[in-house]
């Protein structure tokens, strides 16, 4: 025997649903919309500070673009040493393996990580840079790795 399930969402009735898999699919639906709704409020939000920050962002991807690890770690530290840790960290030691230049790699995409930002501590425009220096160092990872 199926049973009808009502939906109210927000004080509407969004739909009437006879099984678990439609009203589970009904739900999925409705946070999918809101996610792409958060997602698109944050992207128009975040321009402002991308262009804010032109300048330092190729700044980044010229020395992504020609420097070694080691110096493009040497340059992030000095210019954008990651301020939002409790302690000062130490740069990552780069060596002369690939594995140790893997591991420089994973520390430096911990250290620069915006989960690790509080963006209400350190404002949204580092929050937005600390992202564009993960994405930096994801990239140089994925091409070490061979991706």
Same mark, same amino acid.
């Given at each position: 025997?199926?049973?009808?399930?009502?939906?109210?969402?927000?004080?509407?009735?969004?739909?009437?649903?006879?099984?678990?898999?439609?009203?589970?699919?009904?739900?999925?639906?409705?946070?999918? =919309?809101?996610?792409?709704?958060?997602?698109?409020?944050?992207?128009?939000?975040?321009?402002?500070?991308?262009?804010?920050?032109?300048?330092?962002?190729?700044?980044? =991807?010229?020395?992504?673009?020609?420097?070694?690890?080691?110096?493009?770690?040497?340059?992030?530290?000095?210019?954008?040493?990651?301020?939002?840790?409790?302690?000062?960290?130490?740069?990552?030691?780069?060596?002369?393996?690939?594995?140790?230049?893997?591991?420089?790699?994973?520390?430096?995409?911990?250290?620069?990580?915006?989960? =690790?930002?509080?963006?209400?501590?350190?404002?949204? =425009?580092?929050?937005?840079?600390?992202?564009?220096?993960?994405?930096?160092?994801?990239?140089?990872?994925?091409?070490?790795?061979?991706?």
């Amino acid at each position: 025997m199926l049973k009808s399930h009502l939906i109210v969402f927000d004080g509407v009735c969004v739909c009437v649903l006879t099984r678990y898999g439609d009203m589970a699919e009904a739900i999925q639906d409705i946070r999918d =919309r809101e996610q792409a709704e958060e997602d698109e409020k944050w992207m128009n939000q975040r321009k402002k500070y991308l262009d804010s920050l032109a300048g330092e962002l190729e700044e980044l =991807r010229r020395h992504e673009a020609g420097d070694t690890l080691q110096e493009l770690l040497d340059f992030l530290f000095v210019a954008h040493p990651p301020v939002h840790l409790a302690s000062q960290p130490t740069k990552p030691d780069v060596g002369d393996t690939h594995n140790s230049r893997m591991r420089a790699l994973q520390k430096a995409v911990t250290l620069y990580h915006p989960d =690790r930002v509080s963006r209400e501590k350190h404002g949204t =425009r580092y929050f937005v840079l600390m992202e564009e220096i993960t994405k930096c160092l994801n990239r140089m990872y994925n091409i070490a790795k061979g991706l």
